[in-house]
């Protein structure tokens, strides 16, 4: 089984740190796992994106063209990516950075409102979790549990009395996520 | 216990395999996409465990010239830079070369020529395995493809420089040093003694005892018959270099009509290549070259002989290339692919390339092979894959 995600929306949304608690969930799980960053000069409001590969055996290439599930963030990484979904792959994104979904037909297409949730959460930096839940409610990627077992290996100790309100804000994504 | 399997960046990977050698000092100046490596050294603080030193010089000239120093003392030193730092260091490689001492040099290149970009590029292989600085020199190049050989490569790397008293490149690209995979770091061994160094490098400048004259190390020799000794030396030890350390990877090449040579996150890309390539009823194969110099000219001559095609893929506008066209010696057409500046191609773009190229027209419906060119019998074939899989550790 292999999976190839590709995460894309503004620096500063936690697009790379998702994409590295994936990463770390899937070394959990027993999995080939590849986490290759979009490391332009980067910064807070420009565009961030991160390839993460899943895989049971031996990853080729860590660079790819198109992806099983794409997740967009904003409006310039949707119209970036989203004809780089697979024919029959996913597509995730937030309405609340995007003023044009997909018209693609033949992917099935996901909307979490995480910016809206993660207000109403009171807790803005809870937003990256809530759409990695979305994306594991969709797809079954890694089990809940290695993705905790994940966060505790990709924050340092001092951030792990964060765990219990990242697991919220996952079981949050997992609850409000809808296919469009 | 086996050792813990990592997630970690290329770049962090060859920090934590440098303490773990029991290297003495690294020399650097911070520049993209390679400056996780002082910063996770820095940050791993080695000085209060192995002692090993971390500094961060006033520039990369600086640095080579304190890897000069702490490696003609006998001492384990290293550098990082990325492409425009590692042209400013040039100077210090030819001298490390002529003072025959042993240093690692990391390269993680980006895109070029002059400051350029920070995004992946190959398109110092020219400056590696054909000089870069002055004079009749060479540097053992290891081209890494996955953040496992980049930790594998600092002790290979530092085994091979106390070999032959000789600089070592490991020549990666922003790909390899940016991106995160899971890698077992090698075991701890601890820094050489004072001791062992004077056995390891009897010529080390290491304080004078009565009883022998002063080391010198110095790439200075005013006396062109010396200097001439001293190149044919030099040279003597080239060719043992070339006759033993050649690595490289074949996949897939037993029953290939066709060849990718890649080396480093080229190689990486053209693996899912070949995938393509064999969905659409072609068959393949992909000779990944671990040192760049000395280049496997004898395994690509071997399996050139039974290719249709070969494509040389490199972040570059041309380079390896060359040295697969030596090695080949016209019995094959070689064709090249490749994207410059930092732009990556995909797999699928280098397959839509080859077909171009070679003029491949996939047949599905027909699975006879005519034309295969000069046939090399199965046994020599397989001899040449075996010698491989010993040279691969």
Known sequence: MKHEIIIAGFGGQGVLSMGKILAYSGLMEGKEVSWMPSYGPEQRGGTANVTVILSDERISSPVLNEFDIVVVLNQPSMDKFESKVKKGGMLIYDSYGIHQPTQRKDIKVFKVDAMDAATEMQNGKAFNMIVLGALLKIEQLVKLENVIEGLKKSLPERHHKLIPMNEAAIQKGMDIVVEV | ???????MKGNEAIAHAAIRYGCDGYFGYPITPQSEIMETLMALAPWKTTGMVVLQAESEVAAINMVYGGAGCGKTVMTSS???GVSLKQEGMSYIAGAELPALIVN????GPGLGTIQPS????????????????RVITLAPASVQEMADFVKDGFDLAFKYNNPVMILADGII???????VLPPFQPRKTMEEIKERSPWASVGKPKDRKRNVVTSLELDPAEMERNNIRFQKKYREIEDKEVRFEAINCEDADYLIVAFGSSARICQKTIETAAKEGVKVGLLRPITLWPFPSKAIYELGKKMKGILVMELNAGQMIEDVKLAVECSVPVKHYGRLGGIVPDPDEVWEAMKKELEIKPDLSSSSVTDAGESISK???TEVISNLNQMVP
């Open chain 2, 1 to 7: 216990m086996a050792e813990e399997i990592k997630l």
């Open chain 2, 82 to 84: 990325s492409s425009p």
């Open chain 2, 108 to 111: 993680v290149m980006r895109g």
């Open chain 2, 122 to 137: 190959q398109a110092d292989y020219f400056q590696t395995v054909k000089g870069g600085g002055h004079g009749d020199y």
């Open chain 2, 177 to 183: 040093g940016q991106m995160m995979e899971k890698v």
């Open chain 2, 379 to 381: 046994e020599q074939l």
